[in-house]
Every structure is written in C-alpha cells, then in structure tokens.
C-alpha cells in the first residue's frame, strides 16, 4: 500500500507495513531471510529492519541464529483466538449445509503449508466422518486443501509444492507436482475440489472456497463414499458455493 493509499484510507503506513511483512513471513512457510523480504515487499531493507525489531520486541516474529526471520509465539494466541471466532462464525452455515446435505460439513483454513479444522457438524448419521477441530492435515489429498490452493497465485502453489512432501495417504493420493497443478487449474474453472479416497480409503469429499475472506479458508462435506456419490452434484456445488459466499459476507460484515 502507497503512503498515498494509506493516507485516504485513514490507517498507519508503519502498521500496514508490519502486518505486510507478517503476511509475507507466513506466505514464505513461516520463516525468510531479510532479503527475501525486501524483494517482496519492495521496502528499502533498514524499514523493514526496523519493522522487525519492533515486531521481536513484541514477540510477533522471532529471529532465527540462520538470521532467518520466523513467525514468533505471541501469534499462537491470537491465532487460537481467531480460529474460535472463526468456528464460532461458520458455525450456523455449517449447521444448515448438514442439514440440507446429510453429510458432515466443515470449515478449514490455511496455516502454513497445511490446512486447520476450525469448525465441523457431523452429520447425523451412525456411518459418518468425523475430524477433530485443530487437525492439520495435508493440502495435496484433501478437498479443502485443493480448494484453498487455488485461491492462490500459481507462483506461489509452485512454491508450496516445492516445499511439502507429497506423501501418498491411500492409493488414490495424488504425488506428482504436474498433475496437482493441473487439477488446480481445473478446480479454478470449476469452482470446487474433491477428494475421493486419496485421504482416507471409502471417504469422498467436495469443498469449495469461501471467497474474500480474511483469511485462505474452504467448506466441505465428508462422508462414505458410496452415499455421498449418490448425492445430487448439480445441486450440492451450487448449495457449497452459497453457504461459503454467505458465510464470506458475515466474516466481512463491518470490516
């Protein structure tokens, strides 16, 4: 943001530009060096030195002996507190996507190089999925995660995939670098993912992003793969794509 945008904007040029270096860091894994951050930001490297040191002082990023730059505790909490507020808020669209579908439906954001669980309903059913909230799982082979890397930038999926292991969970996982970027380009057109076994063996999976949110964030349902293949498609997307618009428009209310 320019000192001009930030001006009519009515905000502080030093904040937006810390919480920019916070964004890249976390952008970057959690951890850069001080000229990888320079050329991302294009901020003349003694600003955001001076950036940084405040952030340290206040326990916000954390210097590495590397001289690498990390994200520092004092975020775990704010990160627990917003991950409530978050499940707290997704929790009623939730609730009536069950509903609507039968099957158990949940909310995921990113955190790093994974996704986190931040809200889930299960379906009502004695045969049904059921994740932990605060599971991280892996982005590659589940639906929620496909759906989030293709809300980002294909040079920063590029990133991502040359940095995780794309380990196989079940025979269906998909582990060559070329034909998850395929699938994403594909998920982009389509407006949804799906993981159908390569998580887990006999669960299917669809989600959809939550656009404009505050954070890299999708909804899905989960269920045995035999009854949720026998749900009708053309009107489970479009009820996805809904509740996570819906959902964006409360995450963004009076922001």
């Known amino acids: 943001m320019t000192e001009t945008q930030t001006r009519a904007s009515g905000g502080v040029q030093s904040v937006d530009r810390a919480f920019e270096l916070l964004e890249l860091v976390a952008d970057a894994g959690g951890e850069a060096t001080l000229s990888q951050l320079a050329e991302a930001s294009g901020l003349p490297q003694p600003t955001i030195h001076r950036l940084l040191r405040t952030l340290i002082s206040g326990g916000y990023i954390r210097q590495q002996p590397s001289r690498r730059y990390s994200l520092g505790p004092r975020l775990i909490r704010l990160g627990e507190t917003a991950s ?3 499940g707290a808020s997704a929790r009623p669209h939730l609730t009536r996507l069950r509903d609507l579908t039968g099957e158990t439906s949940n909310m995921a954001v990113l955190d790093g190089d994974q996704v ?5 309903v299960p379906s009502p059913h004695a045969m049904r999925m059921f994740t932990e909230v605060g599971q991280r799982v892996d982005l590659h082979c589940t639906a929620v995660g496909k759906a989030v890397l293709a809300t980002l930038p294909p040079a920063e999926v590029d990133r991502i995939l040359s940095r995780i292991t794309m ?3 079940t025979i269906h996982t998909i582990t060559n670098p ?5 699938e994403i380009d594909q998920i982009r057109e389509l407006g949804y993912a799906q993981d159908d076994g390569e998580q887990e063996i006999g669960v299917r999976c669809f989600a959809a992003a939550i656009p404009d949110a505050p954070t890299r964030a999708a909804l899905s349902i989960s269920g045995p793969q035999a009854r949720v293949s026998g749900l009708d498609m053309n009107t489970i997307i479009p009820l996805l794509r809904d509740t996570a618009t819906a959902l964006a428009r409360d995450l963004n209310a009076g922001g």
Request: glycine share 0%; no cysteine; aromatic share 6%.
């Open 167 to 169: 380990s196989p969970r």
């Open 116 to 120: 986190v669980y931040v809200a889930q």
């Open 84 to 86: 409530r507020v978050l």
């Open 178 to 182: 070329a034909v998850i970027r395929a």
